[in-house]
């Protein structure tokens, strides 16, 4: 079983950057394809990035592109999304979610899924 625990939301301004966490535990994290989700109030949920198991390939939604940047660090076990650039319409739940086979922009894709960190920006 895999465990994913997010972290790093919080009230922020339109205009600033923050940085989101994930950190895996009960498997092998380099093992692990990994991907970002959000999800406002009344909206579907809302693939944002994805990465595969070693890191050297990665895929950015449209809307974020050039604005939010996944990463991973496999020694430390940890899932990162960079946001910079923010606006109010990023308000949102932001998951991170985990799948040992495949990664894509689907949530069915994904087995693993962490508890979600709030993100509110302000204007």
């Known amino acids: 079983q895999v465990q994913l625990v997010e972290s790093g939301g919080g009230l922020v301004q339109a205009g600033d950057s923050l940085r989101l966490s994930c950190v895996a535990s009960g498997r092998t994290f380099s093992s692990l394809h990994m991907a970002w989700f959000r999800q406002a109030p009344g909206r579907e949920a809302e693939f944002l990035a994805g990465?595969?198991?070693?890191?050297?390939?990665?895929y950015h939604a449209d809307s974020v592109k050039g604005r939010f940047t996944i990463s991973r660090d496999n020694a430390k076990n940890i899932l990162y999304l960079q946001m910079n650039s923010l606006k109010t319409e990023d308000t949102a739940v932001y998951y991170c979610a985990a799948d040992a086979t495949e990664w894509g922009k689907a949530r069915s894709t994904y087995d693993y899924w962490g508890q979600g960190t709030q993100v509110t920006v302000s204007s």
């Open positions: 990465i595969s198991a070693t890191g050297g390939s990665t």
